[in-house]
């Protein structure tokens, strides 16, 4: 089994065991450290079934732009069901090589997600080229490094070496991926990096069609 399929698996035992009224306060806590304004544009990226999605949606309303993308096809299909209006988009595609349009986005949002990617640099690149020129990334997971990592290595089959970097490799990763950290917490209830775009104006980027 590959970790799309181990996700694909896993799909509607996630989605009833994050739509409980304690999991939705959780997430309305996190949310609410995340840079989210009226009318920006929003990349969740590894959305899984759409957990984030109602708690973005009030932070930017309907005059801002949000992309849900995660690569598991079940994921999305649970997602779509659940906000089948246009003013969600909702795409399977793989955070390494997303096919989506550069500097799009004013915010990617990477919770819950980054010790899955399995090419850490290459997705934090990808990020970048996602994201307009002083655009944020935010890392979060609502357990500090040390938990996350030792519940993954208990984990049988794809993610029990899924982990998140230290705090040394992960300035460095970002630092190559040409970003600027502008916070970085690790506690135990929080793990939360921000970090800002930075481009070379002479720079170009191109839509990825793959």
């Not at 990477?110 to 994201?131: G, I, M, T, Y």
């Not at 899924?162 to 135990?188: G, H, Y």
Request: aromatic content about 8%; proline content about 4%.
């Amino acid at each position: 089994m590959n970790k799309r399929e181990f996700f694909d698996c896993l799909a509607e035992k996630w989605e009833a065991k994050y739509s409980s009224s304690e999991e939705n306060n959780r997430l309305s806590n996190l949310v609410k450290l995340f840079p989210l304004q009226k009318g920006m544009s929003v990349l969740d990226m590894g959305c899984g079934s759409g957990h984030l999605i109602p708690h973005i949606q009030k932070k930017i309303g309907p005059q801002g732009l949000l992309v849900g993308a995660d690569f598991s096809e079940k994921m999305i299909v649970i997602g779509r069901s659940k906000f089948p209006s246009a003013d969600v988009h909702l795409v399977q595609t793989d955070a390494h090589q997303a096919g989506i349009q550069s500097e799009l986005f004013d915010l990617v949002l990477c919770v819950a997600l980054f010790p899955h990617l399995d090419q850490k640099l290459s997705a934090l690149r990808e990020f970048n080229r996602l994201l307009k020129p002083q655009g944020q990334l935010i890392i979060a997971h609502s357990s500090g490094r040390e938990m996350i990592n030792s519940f993954h290595s208990q984990m049988d089959g794809v993610i029990n070496q899924d982990f998140i970097p230290e705090e040394k490799e992960m300035r460095r990763l970002l630092a190559s991926a040409e970003f600027e950290i502008t916070d970085f917490i690790d506690q135990p209830s929080l793990y939360l990096v921000k970090a800002q775009a930075i481009k070379d104006k002479k720079q170009k980027y191109f839509y990825n069609s793959n």
